[in-house]
């Protein structure tokens, strides 16, 4: 069964901190794996995404990696602002978007 | 970027009446429209998808004569709720593909309350 799981559910932090927000898989076969962040009420707006060659891409503050081996993920945010509060779902593509559950962060000053 | 957007972006009906939400492609013709439904605190869970022209696929699960789309041009896709109950309050969120686009874009969400 295709699966996406993250971890943890949710995250306290405070501003300015980094944190690593962690992603792992079981899809086959694998397209491209995404990291979205989802606002409070809004859709989601895509971060990165990655294919089976890539191990690392950069997106300002956010710095996703994927280790296709081990079938895991993780979303490194640097200098954590108060405007990352919010849902960061991790999303594999098959034939279709199999979704994560999500990490809710909460940056306080 | 690409954009998409979605009217309203919400709405409180009363239960038994009809909901139509449009998802629209501002800036690029979606061949293929996603149509999600978000529940509080859960994941986004794929509807159905539509192709221009061509008649909805509906998950297993999901009612398609209570959840009516039609995607008939390649900027619009419209979702009817019918006969709205309480338990289809939910998060609305529709996803437009191009015919070139390895992206797949969202829109901003509809939120329905049913009452």
């Known amino acids: 069964k295709n699966q996406v799981e993250q971890s943890p559910q949710s995250l306290i932090i405070l501003e300015g901190k980094n944190c690593t927000l962690q992603?792992?898989?079981?899809?086959?076969?694998?397209?491209?794996l995404r990291w979205y962040k989802q606002d409070t009420g809004r859709g989601p707006v895509s971060l990165t995404i990655?294919?089976?060659?890539?191990n690392t891409k950069s997106n300002g503050r956010y710095t996703a990696t994927l280790d296709a081996d081990t079938k895991q993920s993780s979303l490194h945010i640097t200098a954590s602002q108060l405007s990352d509060s919010a849902s960061y779902i991790c999303v594999v593509r098959t034939d279709k978007l199999i979704f994560g559950t999500g990490t809710r962060l909460q940056v306080f000053p | 970027g690409a954009v998409v957007s979605q009217h309203p972006s919400w709405v409180i009906c009363k239960s038994g009446t009809s909901v139509k939400i449009e998802c629209r492609s501002l800036?690029?013709?979606?061949?293929?429209m996603f149509w999600y439904r978000q529940f509080p605190k859960q994941s986004l869970m794929l509807m159905a998808t539509s192709n221009e022209g061509s008649k909805a696929t509906y998950e297993q699960g999901v009612e398609k004569d209570k959840f009516l789309i039609n995607h008939a041009s390649l900027t619009l896709s419209t979702l009817t709720v019918t006969s709205a109950h309480p338990e289809d309050s939910s998060f609305y969120i529709c996803s437009a593909r191009g015919l070139a686009f390895y992206e797949q874009y969202f829109g901003p969400g509809t939120r329905l309350t049913v009452t």
């Open positions: 800036d690029f013709q979606a061949t293929t």
């Open positions: 990655m294919t089976f060659s890539e």
């Open positions: 992603c792992n898989y079981t899809v086959s076969p694998f397209s491209n």
